[in-house]
C-alpha cells in the first residue's frame, strides 16, 4: 500500500453533521495523546517509550504540518534497521503485539509515496470479543501539541488494493493507545471490493454506534479517506 503526501492542518467550523462527530472525537483523543507524552520514559536506549525510539521532545510537530516524500522528512527512518529516508513520522501507537518494523517501510522519492508492505495485525478490540487482535505493526504517527485545537488530517492512498475480505485495510488514526483511538480508512469488503470505514474504539470496545461503514465500490483508483 502506497500513500501521497499526507497533511494535517487547523480548520475551523463548517462541517457536515458527521465530520464534525469524528473530528471531535479526533479532538479528545488529542488531548489524551497530548496527556500521554507526560507518561513516556526517556532512556538512551528506548527513547520515548512506550511511542517512540525518538527523544520525547521530538515526537510533537508544529502545524500546519504536511509530509511530502519527495523530498527529505526525518522523523523515523525507512529500510533495515531504519538506516534509509525518513519518513517524516515520529511515533507508532503502542501495540500489545506488534512493533515498528522499518524493513517493510518504504520512501519513493521519485515517485512521492510511502509504501508499507503490511502484516496480518489490527489495533481492534480486545481478545475477549476477537481473535488475531491488538497486534498492529507499523502504526505511524506524529505527536500534536496541547492545544492544537480543531484539527484535520488528509492523505490520499495509491490504488488500494482489493484484498481478500479479511479486513485488510489501510488510513488514518488518531488516539494515544490501541485501546482509546479513532480511524478513517479504506478496508477490503471481498469479492474485488472495498468501502470506507469509520470506527471509535473506547476502553477496548467499539459498540456498534461506534462503526460507520460507506457503500461497497470497486477497488482501483487513488482514494482519499
Not at 500500500?1 to 501521497?4: D, Q
Not at 534497521?81 to 529516508?85: N, S, W
Given at each position: 500500500?502506497?500513500?501521497?503526501p499526507l497533511e494535517a492542518r487547523n480548520q475551523g467550523w463548517g462541517f457536515r453533521a458527521l465530520v464534525v462527530?469524528?473530528?471531535?472525537?479526533l479532538i479528545a483523543a488529542a488531548s489524551a495523546l497530548s496527556a500521554a507524552f507526560g507518561t513516556g520514559v526517556a532512556n538512551a536506549a528506548e527513547g520515548c517509550a512506550p511511542y517512540s525510539p525518538l527523544a520525547c521532545d521530538q515526537l510533537a510537530v508544529a502545524l500546519p504540518k504536511a509530509i511530502d516524500w519527495s523530498s527529505p522528512q526525518g522523523g523515523l527512518g525507512s529500510g533495515a534497521?531504519?538506516?534509509?529516508?525518513g519518513t517524516g513520522f515520529t511515533l507508532l501507537q503502542p501495540s500489545t503485539g506488534g512493533s515498528f518494523k522499518p524493513e517493510r517501510v518504504a520512501?519513493?522519492?521519485a515517485a512521492g509515496t510511502l509504501a508499507v508492505t503490511s502484516t496480518a495485525g489490527i489495533a481492534y478490540k480486545t481478545p475477549t470479543t476477537s481473535t488475531n487482535v491488538n497486534n498492529l505493526d507499523n502504526a505511524l504517527g506524529v505527536g500534536l501539541a496541547s492545544g492544537a485545537g480543531r484539527t484535520v488530517v488528509t492523505t490520499t492512498l495509491v490504488a488500494p488494493p482489493a484484498g481478500t475480505g479479511k479486513a485488510e485495510q489501510a488510513g488514518?488514526?488518531?488516539g494515544p493507545t490501541e485501546d482509546d483511538y479513532v480511524k478513517l480508512g479504506v478496508v477490503s469488503a471481498g469479492g474485488g471490493q472495498i468501502k470506507v470505514q469509520a470506527l471509535r474504539e473506547r476502553a477496548g470496545v467499539a459498540a456498534p454506534t461506534d462503526e460507520l461503514n460507506g457503500a461497497n465500490f470497486a477497488a482501483g483508483p487513488a482514494t482519499s479517506p
Open positions: 500500500m502506497s500513500a501521497r462527530t469524528l473530528v471531535a472525537a534497521g531504519a538506516g534509509g529516508a520512501v519513493d522519492a488514518l488514526w488518531f
